[in-house]
């Protein structure tokens, strides 16, 4: 069964740093692009990050590039995002996501995705 498990998310103060994690089983991550994207309340599932599968170039949106930085464990064959300075603004159901192709092209397209992981939620408060 292939299946993507998000972990990682937690209550941290604003300013505060979390790593979450996306652990892949029954395929092998190294083979396609992964990416975060997050859902907040009320919003639309937006696009944050995506990383290719053959040399690792990374995308990233504008409202997290410099505070966020993904990376891949191929021998875990796990997919890490290190969020960094968060605030409110942030907090959100994240989720990592299988892309249809090996690179970072469309990579914000909700529909360019193969599938889903189940998410985990990120709440940034004090």
């Known amino acids: 069964q292939l299946q993507l498990v998000e972990s990682g998310g937690d209550l941290v103060q604003p300013g505060g740093s979390l790593r979450l994690s996306c652990a892949a089983s029954?395929?092998?991550?190294?083979?396609?692009?992964i990416g975060w994207f997050r859902q907040a309340p009320g919003k639309e599932r937006e696009g944050i990050s995506c990383i290719s599968s053959d040399d690792g170039n990374a995308a990233y949106a504008d409202v997290v590039k410099g505070r966020f930085t993904i990376s891949r464990d191929n021998a875990e064959n796990t997919v890490y995002l290190q969020m960094t300075n968060l605030s409110a603004e942030d907090t959100a159901v994240y989720y990592c996501?299988?892309?249809?192709?090996?690179?970072?092209?469309?990579?914000?397209?909700?529909?360019?995705?193969?599938?889903w992981g189940q998410g985990t939620q990120v709440t940034v408060s004090s």
């Open positions: 996501a299988v892309h249809s192709l090996g690179i970072c092209v469309r990579w914000q397209n909700r529909g360019a995705q193969r599938f």
């Open positions: 029954g395929f092998e991550l190294v083979d396609y692009a």
